[in-house]
Nanobody, 115 residues
């Protein structure tokens, strides 16, 4: 079983920055993929960014050049540095882990971009 603990998020003005972090705990090693999804009210959950154990990173087109995902394989953590935030980035952000064919989700953290 994998437990995910998220931190970060909050309220920020347009153009500002936030950093999200997620730590995976449990009897795990060699997590295949770690990343972040988001879901705004009335919309489907969508991939924001994900990093494989080999270091390959995939980003949503809407965040390319603004967001950076990184992971620490030794610590089983993944972070999302979000810069140049826009009101349309407002969502609940969920940490996502794929390990041994199973998918795990964090509890979600609210990010609100508003003046």
């Amino acid at each position: 079983q994998v437990q995910l603990v998220e931190s970060g998020g909050g309220l920020v003005q347009p153009g500002g920055s936030l950093r999200l972090s997620c730590a995976a705990s449990g009897r795990i090693s060699g997590i295949y993929r770690m990343g972040w999804y988001r879901q705004a009210p009335g919309k489907q959950r969508e991939l924001v960014a994900a990093v494989t154990d080999g270091g390959s990173t995939n980003y949503a087109d809407s965040v390319k050049g603004r967001f950076t995902a990184s992971r620490d394989n030794a610590k089983n953590t993944v972070t999302l540095q979000m810069n140049s935030l826009r009101p349309e980035d407002t969502s609940v952000y969920y940490c996502n882990v794929v390990h041994l064919g199973r998918v795990y989700w964090g509890q979600g953290t609210q990010v609100t971009v508003s003046s």
